[in-house]
């Protein structure tokens, strides 16, 4: 899987792929990452990738032809034709399920704006997908392109020391599609908080029927629409209903 970045701060990208676990990942080549800096295909003295918007108004565009002979160059190296990502607030917004498309997939050309945007022409002309982080807006398009590649990362075999571990993770439906449960780890006791008896009880049934009831409690107070999901998809037992029902208000 190869992932080009786009961008006008590629330093930004050195201690991300240095840290944490996907970084065998990145070293290894299992993730391949390469950054393009859309100001080497910018000509003159200055390296001029942004300019002033048509129709007045505040602050720079990034122009639309170092932005192309970059993707055209990040697309030679790549051998062909790929998926080219526009991070944006106006994209679709990032979920699991795009999530696993992506990790399925063989990477992307990923574009990071900067400033007020991109030229539009160019986003009309050369990208094919859009994607947003969240409804708010970000300096750059950077920290998207890293949430992405990392989900996308965490999900490939052999990456996680625990194979499991992403399984178990939030908004999985291969398991319920639901929130995770709270974890507790050493001591028993900390600042007068003891640790859910069940956790203790070394009783394997137990244990799962008290992580589920906290799927179910968590996800019911906080992300109602997640629960009618997981019930639509035939993913909740009568044990789960029986649950949900004695939860007020009942779901
Ligand atoms: C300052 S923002 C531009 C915001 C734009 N003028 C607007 O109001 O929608 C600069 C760049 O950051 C990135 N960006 C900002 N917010 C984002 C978000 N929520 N999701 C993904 N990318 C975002 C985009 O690449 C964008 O071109």
Known sequence: ???????????????????????????????????????DH???NYRRVDDRPFGGGPGMVMMA????????????????????????PAGEPLRHA??????QGEGAVLLCGRYEGIDQRFIDARVTHQISLGDFVLSGGEIA???????????????????????QDSFNPALDGLLDCPHYTRPELWA??????????GHHVQ?????????????????PELIEAARAAGRLDRDDEKLLASLKPAL
């Open 145 to 167: 392109a890293m949430a992405l590649i990392d989900a996308v990362t965490r999900l490939q075999p052999g990456v996680l020391g625990d194979e499991g571990s992403h399984v």
């Open 207 to 223: 244990i799962e029927r008290w992580r589920r009831d906290q799927r179910l409690r968590i996800t019911a107070e906080r992300r």
């Open 98 to 103: 795009n999530v696993e498309h992506w990790a």
């Open 192 to 201: 007068g908080q003891p640790v859910p008896a069940p956790l203790l009880s």
């Open 42 to 44: 910018a000509p003159g």
């Open 1 to 39: 899987m190869r992932f080009d970045v786009l961008t006008l701060f590629p330093e930004l990208f050195a201690p991300f792929v240095q840290s944490g676990v996907t970084r065998r990942a990145y070293g290894s080549g299992q993730v391949q990452l390469h950054l393009w800096n859309p100001r």
């Open 65 to 88: 032809q170092p932005l192309s002979d970059c993707l055209d160059a990040a697309l030679a190296a790549r051998g062909g034709a790929a998926p080219v990502v526009l991070f944006s």
